[in-house]
């Protein structure tokens, strides 16, 4: 049996920098590609969200 007072092993903490380093990364991406990266991420968005459609259709014709 576990005991309720241990609050167990401690986690490291997240990074406080990570989403603006990743914000650059992209905004790096888009001054280096240009304009395709762009409507890369763009079709990219479309087709998970088109995805997601289908599986929701599918679910609600099933049930």
């Known amino acids: ?4 007072f241990n609050p167990g092993p401690t986690v490291p903490r ?3 920098y990570a989403h603006k380093a990743k914000h ?3 905004a790096r ?3 280096h590609k240009g304009i395709t990266g762009f409507w890369r991420q763009v079709t ?3 087709i998970a969200v088109a995805v997601l459609a289908v599986i929701a259709g599918l679910c609600i ?3």
């Not at 049996?1 to 309720?4: P, Q």
């Open 61 to 63: 014709w099933l049930f």
């Open 44 to 46: 990219d968005l479309v």
């Open 1 to 4: 049996m576990s005991d309720f």
């Open 29 to 31: 991406n888009y001054h």
């Open 24 to 26: 650059d990364a992209i």
């Open 14 to 16: 997240p990074d406080p």
